[in-house]
């Protein structure tokens, strides 16, 4: 199984990304989340979206980003508005499912203040 992400970049405190990750399977059973890394830190996960639609949000972004998925198109979107300079990390999206967990390479989410 492979995950595509993208949608990552630079920007200004205050602004908004939307990432995307397009999954080589199809994803209606699987738990859907994003994480994110900074360097020297442990992976962190960000929101997860379970396949029910059943959202958890770790508490640093709540109000602030919405994860949502299309299982017609093996996707996972991350909307994330007024993002602040602490949300600068490489992003990862993840699928699993019982012992079963993929990753997709991550994408580089930068915000200047």
């Known amino acids: 199984v492979q995950l595509q992400a993208s949608g990552g970049g630079l920007v200004q405190a205050g602004e908004s990304l939307k990432l995307s990750c397009t999954a080589s399977?199809?994803?209606?059973?699987?738990?859907m989340a994003w994480y994110r890394q900074v360097p020297g830190q442990q992976r962190q996960m960000v929101a997860s979206i379970s396949p029910g639609g059943h959202v958890n949000y770790v508490d640093s972004v709540k109000g602030r980003f919405t994860i949502s998925r299309d299982n017609a198109r093996d996707s996972v979107y991350l909307e994330m508005n007024n993002l602040k300079p602490e949300d600068t990390a490489v992003y990862y999206c993840n699928m699993g499912r019982g012992s079963m967990m993929y990753w997709g390479k991550g994408t580089l989410v930068t915000v200047s203040s």
């Open positions: 399977r199809g994803t209606i059973p699987f738990f």
